[in-house]
T-cell receptor, first 116, second 110 residues
């Protein structure tokens, strides 16, 4: 069964360092997303990406964040200068064309980011 | 008022019981309503989605949406220990983003 894969599963970094989280979405999906979940809190939307550009982003997704689809298979989230409050589980998700609106998203297992 | 509210539980029931999980919301623009299941240390997994009001059944799971009351429910019949997980409601308008509830932690006791 096709799945969304994410690497690394856990990353520990020092405050101020750059972090790149990687995702391989399901191959025929067209819509890509990053969500995050701070421990004990809700899953929160960060950004959606379609046709090689950001289609929507939340207030959380400020200038410190960027996304890229560098090679047609990977989808990355970069945090330029990490802060303590960036510590969270980051989920990548992908969807087919119709699934983007109906909420039929397929999530990866997440990358846990710990900022010290 | 929070956009989506969900009782975090925990909720513990005996095997075989009927489980009822609920969310309320405030945004009238929501049209798509989802239930995701999340096992510990895993990503959310879509269980069911419903468009607008009404019921949808899939095996032991039934999703209900009442847009007039801004209230959605998920019922699990003949609950099994393997149903133990956190259940997340989620909603969207025609926009790209999903808005999640807090999640309800459910334990089914053998």
């Amino acid at each position: 069964e096709p799945e969304v894969t994410q690497t690394p599963s856990h990353q520990v970094t020092q405050m101020g360092q750059e972090v790149i989280l990687r995702c391989v979405p399901i191959s025929n999906h067209l819509y890509f997303y990053w969500y995050r979940q701070i421990l004990g809190q809700k899953v929160e939307f960060l950004v959606s990406f379609y046709n090689n550009e950001i289609s929507e982003k939340s207030e959380i997704f400020d200038d410190q964040f960027s996304v890229e689809r560098p090679d047609g298979s990977n989808f990355t989230l970069k945090i330029r200068s990490t802060k303590l409050e960036d510590s969270a589980m980051y989920f990548c998700a992908s969807a087919l064309a119709g699934g983007a609106n109906t909420g039929e998203l397929f999530f990866g297992e997440g990358s846990r980011l710990t900022v010290l | 008022q929070k956009e989506v509210e969900q009782d975090p539980g925990p909720l513990s029931v005996p095997e075989g019981a009927i489980v009822s999980l609920n969310c309320t919301y405030s945004n009238s623009a929501f049209q798509y309503f989802m239930w995701y299941r999340q096992y510990s240390r895993k990503g959310p997994e879509l269980l069911m989605y419903t468009y607008s009001s009404g019921n949808k059944e899939d095996g032991r799971f039934t999703a209900q949406v009442d847009k007039s009351s801004k209230y959605i429910s998920l019922f699990i019949r003949d609950s099994q220990p393997s149903d133990s997980a956190t259940y997340l409601c989620a909603m969207s308008s025609a926009a790209q983003k999903l808005v999640f509830g807090q999640g309800t932690r459910l334990t089914i006791n053998p």
